[in-house]
């Protein structure tokens, strides 16, 4: 799972192994440490209808409906999307990049432009 924060807009990217263990347990999460202070990033399914976020003792939630996580298995829907007040909230597919990048993207879905620059 990536987080992409800029301005007043959340991007969480999630590979293959995140949605299916999103679908299956309900809940994921992962950190990054500044100078030993741990800033925690998380989704969770909830019974809701839309994206909504919080930020409480240095932990980002991302509250994401059921029904989402299901399309995003179960179809070839890319994201979803929600205007929070002033802030922004997209959850998004990781698809592998069309440039060549060092990164491990072997969990990441099959980029749909790839065919299309291939054709």
Do not use: W
């Amino acid at each position: 799972m990536k987080l992409r924060i800029k301005s007043d807009s959340l991007r969480y990217r999630l590979t293959r192994s995140d949605v299916d263990t999103l679908a299956r347990e309900g809940y994921l999460e992962d950190q990054i440490n500044f100078a030993g202070n741990p800033l925690i990033y998380a989704v969770q399914l909830t019974n809701g209808e839309v994206l909504t976020s919080s930020y409480i003792d240095n932990k980002i939630t991302l509250s994401m409906a059921r029904k989402m996580i299901i399309e995003l298995v179960d179809t070839d829907r890319v994201g979803f999307e929600n205007k929070a007040g002033e802030l922004h909230l997209l959850v998004e597919k990781d698809f592998t990049c069309l440039d060549n990048v060092d990164e491990d993207q072997s969990d990441n879905y099959p980029n749909p432009l790839l065919q299309k620059k291939k054709g």
